[in-house]
């Protein structure tokens, strides 16, 4: 950048400034009206009334937003969990054993990978009822133990591990599990950090299959219980259905802003000569 | 399932799947026993959630259905040409490509625009790349809550803003045009933060000497931003094109909370139309020839990915 | 086109000067060479010639205008870099004709201009190629037709050789330079290898430290280095520097073991004293003159060095006699033949000594230069 004068800095961070505006407005927005009383929201009174967090103690006491919280929690792990398991050990027959088909095989997989979910609801939900699993965490799990895209991921990645290795590891007299487990899997940790990162945001941010197949406050997980709470009781209670919101989002933010931290860390690190 | 945040596929490609590494002689006898038991969970999930209901789909579009879904009278086509003869489906899906189109415009230019912003060399710009992709960590529900509140009557901020300066009320959620602009100003919000982080790592890869290059050869900025910047980060803005693409075939979440596919079925987007022909009607047949109609765009724009992308050269 | 540095600095932080007081005129159709370690600030510095780097102080003339606050498009100037810099999704003739587009000339002076200098670096048959299609010496090539075609008389480069590989990097060499001569440029020319900076410039700058060490043509720079970095830096096999001290004040003792008698006084102090290799004649051992001990030998066919150490232990690098067979742990006897440089405790030159200097007392000095 040439001589930056005081009055281009100043457009410049005027820019900056507006398109921040634009993305946090709606954040600042909803937390803002959390702490209003609803009876103020509701005149349009959105400044200058008391400010408090009655908001937040009502929606943990009164909605059962903790409880949708712990469900997307436990079912966005044991999917994570999964995903990693299941997706690394098929990428890992595609990459290191040779069978017969397994190119044809191959192809098949990446195949599901261009069929949407959104299209197939109809059977599986028919799937869910017959299997007796509908309102439960297996029915918002099971679907989801593998995904063709976290095995063409991983492959791509477990390919880049140099064919040494694995002769290395069979003069040793390394078993398949024992290579998979002490190998391929060390080496391989970011792609599988990658994945577990998109199959946890992708679990947690699941909102069709939820709404079709639980019932109850018990299972249903938080995208769900918060369109559960915006379209009952507490319809225009504002202020708490902002709280929940910002309960719900908060989390999600702060991993974002953490992780973000550690990432832009990582790439200093790489950063060399000028 | 809101898959809006799909990682980048290393663009090592596909075609390559014929390659074989080399490999020493040891386990070959039992690998196809052990590739079983390694690839054998998977298989049966996408088999039982995957395969197994594509294929009952297209079975169930050929058939009329009862009211649990069990096929009654295999009609053929029939299914199809009702669709396609519905004004009400036509309009859907007309409904559809202009929310597609507009959100995938939309979030492309803004996108690239906040990536631009951000590559500048400033102080404190990291706090400005830290807010750019937040949207990321914004989950559908919630960030149909947020702009539910902005766009809802009376009490939003939006029309207590026209109200205070005089202007006319707009009926944001009830106005059937309105309404469209509504979800697809939040569907292209809750985007950004994911297009944002994919374009900001593509300008970051673009080598700083080529706009030294430029520069000193007389490009302007404008001229280095069309010329350098812009055909340099083409793959992965076509990369982002599709997946918003596809993502936005999929929407479902945001309308359910903020139109439920109303006013006036303006807002009824295809998978919401599967939904309600399903589940709400319960007319399955008919729900499952939409679904096939679904998959076979969603699938093409896969394809039309996956060829790029296996096509697509890194430079140098 | 004549440059003018006039006490040129930079800063990123306030007072951590990455380059300090540059100053430098360089004529019109030089070549001229700026030179120093890795990290030394000469890339720097030609990027604050160019404009891309702000000039935190200091001025910077180009043909007598002042340049310093311009950007880089107002300078008149072209640029090659170590990278290229070639746009990959342009083909070559497209790569070539990028500044002119942006400049926009006519389509049929561009096309003339872009014919031209491709037909220059003999790239004709490859126009429509993209760069990823081209060999590294011929991604050079392309980089170089951008900036003839841009027919600025002021090429800035940087490192431009540096990416290919050694017989390549020779023949470009010569390239260059008849291409320079040729076009009548001035080139303004960044390398970490002394080699190319002597066989190619008019003038060369030292960097080292942030700072200017020298300024002068290439066989200046050889024979008469400023300080103990330029002479230590130019020539292969490298310079010896030895610890040195003058008791008395016409007796100068290199590493305890060498006398050499000086032909004019110096303050009694410690000193460095610089050597080349070739300066120093090997002699079997027992003629009487100090011996080295070898520790090892390194046969490059034509040469062989041995690296050897005096009684103290200071190294030494030899030129061996040519049919001698050396093994390391033998004893050879060293004679000072050639020139002595002279550096103070800062490192800087205080007298150079020319001719065979002999050990011990009857030391017969040819002439000495004072340069202090």
Redesign the interface.
């Known amino acids: 950048?040439?001589?930056i004068n005081n009055r281009h800095?100043i457009w410049?961070?005027l820019?900056?400034g507006l398109?921040?505006l634009?993305?946090?407005g709606?954040?600042i927005?909803?937390v803002w009206?959390s702490l209003l009383p609803t009876a103020e929201?509701?005149k349009?009174a959105?400044i200058g009334g008391p400010v408090s967090l009655a908001n937040y103690g009502a929606a943990v006491h009164q909605t059962a937003i903790l409880r949708y919280l712990l469900n997307s929690l436990v079912i966005a792990t044991l999917t994570t969990i999964a995903q990693v398991l299941?997706?690394s050990?098929?990428a890992?027959?595609?990459?290191f054993?040779?069978?017969?088909g397994?190119?044809a095989?191959?192809?098949v997989?990446?195949a599901?990978?261009?069929?949407?979910?959104?299209?197939?609801?109809?059977?599986?939900?028919?799937?869910a009822r017959q299997f007796n699993l509908l309102n439960h965490y297996a029915i918002l799990v099971?679907?989801?133990?593998?995904s063709?895209?976290g095995?063409?991921?991983l492959r791509?990645?477990f390919?880049q591990i140099p064919?040494e290795l694995?002769?290395a590891a069979?003069?040793e007299?390394l078993?398949?599990w024992q290579f998979?487990w002490h190998v391929v899997l060390p080496y391989a940790r970011i792609s599988l950090v990658?994945?577990a990162a998109?199959s946890f945001?992708?679990s947690?941010?699941?909102?069709?299959?939820p709404?079709?197949t639980t019932f109850s406050d018990r299972f249903r997980p938080?995208?769900?219980g918060?369109?559960q709470l915006?379209s009952q009781e507490t319809f225009n209670n504002?202020g708490m259905?902002?709280a929940?919101?910002v309960i719900?989002?908060l989390p999600?933010?702060i991993?974002?802003?953490v992780g973000?931290h550690f990432f832009?860390t990582g790439l200093n690190q790489g950063a060399t000569?000028? | 399932m809101e898959m809006t945040h799909k990682p980048f596929p290393s663009p090592t490609k596909a075609k390559s799947v014929a390659k074989e590494r080399p490999r020493g002689f040891n386990g070959h006898r039992h690998d196809k026993y052990v590739a079983a038991a390694f690839l054998g969970p998977s298989l049966v999930v996408l088999g039982i959630f995957v395969f197994y209901p594509m294929l009952k789909t297209l079975y169930l579009s050929l058939f009329l259905t009862n009211n649990v879904g069990r096929p009654t009278v295999f009609v053929g086509l029939k299914n199809y040409g009702t669709l396609l003869a519905s004004s009400a489906y036509r309009a859907s899906f007309q409904a559809t490509l202009i929310y597609v189109f507009s959100v995938v415009v939309l979030t492309l230019t803004v996108g690239v625009l906040l990536a631009q912003a951000a590559v500048q060399k400033l102080a404190g710009i990291r706090w400005f790349r830290t807010i750019f992709s937040a949207t990321m960590g914004v989950s559908v529900s919630v960030a149909a809550i947020f702009w539910l509140f902005i766009f809802s009557p009376s009490v939003g901020l939006l029309d207590q803003l026209a109200a205070s300066l005089h202007l006319p009320v707009i009926n944001w959620l009830t106005t059937p045009g309105w309404a469209m602009v509504a979800i697809i100003v939040s569907t292209v919000w809750m985007n950004l933060g994911f297009t944002f982080l994919i374009l900001f790592g593509a300008l970051q890869m673009v080598p700083t000497t080529l706009y030294d290059a430029a520069a000193v050869e007389g490009a302007s900025p404008r001229y280095q931003f069309l010329h350098v910047t812009l055909p340099m980060i083409s793959p992965t803005l076509f990369f982002t094109a599709t997946v918003t693409l596809i993502g936005a075939f999929k929407s479902f979440g945001l309308i359910d909370l903020m139109t439920a596919g109303g006013p006036n079925n303006a807002t009824n987007l295809m998978v919401y139309q599967v939904y309600r022909d399903a589940f709400l009607t319960g007319n399955y047949g008919q729900a499952s020839a939409e679904s096939m109609i679904l998959a076979v765009v969603i699938a093409g724009l896969t394809w039309v990915q996956f060829k790029f992308l296996e096509k697509r050269v890194t430079y140098e | 086109m004549s440059i003018e540095l006039s006490g040129l600095g930079k800063t990123y932080q306030p007072d951590e000067w990455v380059l300090h007081d540059v100053s430098a005129r360089i004529a019109s159709g030089e070549f001229f060479a700026i030179v120093g370690p890795s990290g030394c600030g000469k890339s720097t510095l030609l990027r604050m010639i160019a404009g891309l780097t702000p000039i935190t102080a200091g001025n910077l003339k180009i043909n007598g205008r002042v340049v310093t606050d311009l950007p880089p498009k107002e300078r008149q100037l072209t640029m090659v870099f170590q990278s290229y810099a070639l746009f990959p999704f342009l083909s070559v003739q497209a790569n070539v004709a990028f500044g002119l587009k942006a400049r926009k000339f006519p389509p049929a002076e561009i096309d003339q201009r872009v014919t031209r200098a491709i037909q220059l670096v003999d790239l004709t048959a490859f126009r429509d190629r993209k760069p990823r299609d081209l060999s590294g010496g011929q991604r050079q090539r392309v980089a170089l037709a951008r900036a003839i075609a841009s027919e600025a008389k002021l090429c800035l480069m940087d490192e431009p050789l540096s990416n290919l590989d050694a017989q390549l990097r020779v023949k470009m060499r010569t390239e260059l330079r008849r291409l320079q001569q040729q076009l009548g440029l001035t080139v303004i020319y960044v390398t970490h290898d002394q080699v190319e900076a002597m066989t190619m410039a008019d003038h060369i700058m030292v960097l080292h430290d942030h700072q200017v060490q020298q300024i002068g043509t290439p066989l200046d720079l050889y024979h008469h280095p400023a300080n103990t970095f330029v002479g230590s830096f130019f020539g292969a096999p490298r310079m010896n520097l030895l610890p040195a001290r003058v008791s008395e004040a016409t007796e100068l003792t290199l590493a305890q073991t060498l006398k050499v008698a000086l032909p004019r006084p110096l303050p009694v102090a410690d000193y460095t004293v610089g050597i080349r290799p070739n300066a120093i004649t090997v002699l079997p051992a027992g003629t009487g003159a100090p011996c080295a001990t070898v520790q090892t030998v390194e046969y490059l066919g034509a040469q062989t060095l041995l690296e050897t150490q005096l009684p103290d232990g200071t190294a030494l690098e030899l030129i061996g006699v040519a049919p001698a067979d050396y093994r390391p742990g033998d004893r050879v006897a060293v004679q000072l033949t050639g020139t002595l440089y002279v550096f103070d405790a800062q490192g800087r030159a205080r007298m150079t000594l020319e001719g065979g200097v002999v050990h011990g007392n009857d030391a017969q000095t040819v002439s000495v230069a004072d340069q202090s």
């Not at chain 1, 890992?92 to 990459?95: G, I, K, L, Q, R």
């Not at chain 1, 947690?204 to 299959?209: D, E, G, I, K, M």
């Open positions: 950048m040439m001589q800095l410049r961070y820019g900056l398109l921040a634009l993305i946090l709606p954040f927005l909803g009206t929201i509701a349009g959105l299941l997706c050990l098929g890992y027959a595609f990459v054993l040779t069978f017969k397994r190119e095989l191959f192809y997989i990446l599901t990978m261009m069929l949407p979910f959104e299209a197939e609801v109809i059977p599986n939900f028919a799937t099971l679907p989801f133990l593998t063709a895209f095995i063409f991921m791509q990645a390919r064919g694995k002769e069979d003069i007299g078993n398949p998979y990658t994945l998109y945001l992708g947690w941010n699941q909102y069709l299959w709404m079709l938080v995208q769900d918060l369109r915006q504002w259905i902002q929940s919101a719900v989002v999600t933010l991993v974002l802003f973000q832009k000569k000028s």
